[in-house]
């Protein structure tokens, strides 16, 4: 089953840490956003493969976007 995870606030997409294909544990952080001068972790929800990134480094994002899909 594939879970989306969602930004949790408005930023920037500052690093992307995981590749796709990847196997990742709950907690593992994907990627890192930056918002108000202040870097934000984003974990993966759940354990799994790491299917697709929707953004890239550098994209701007809106509260509630996907950001990646694990399955």
Do not use: H, Y
């Not at 995870?5 to 994907?30: P, R, S």
């Not at 759940?46 to 929707?54: Q, W």
């Amino acid at each position: 089953m594939a879970i989306e995870v969602e930004a949790q606030i408005t930023g920037n997409i500052w690093k992307i840490e995981k590749a796709v294909g990847d196997e990742v544990a709950e907690g593992d952080i994907l990627l890192i956003m930056e918002s108000m001068k202040m870097e934000i972790p984003v974990e993966s929800p759940a354990g799994g493969r790491l299917k697709e990134f929707k953004v890239q480094e550098g994209d701007s994002v809106e509260e509630g976007a996907i950001l990646a899909v694990v399955e």
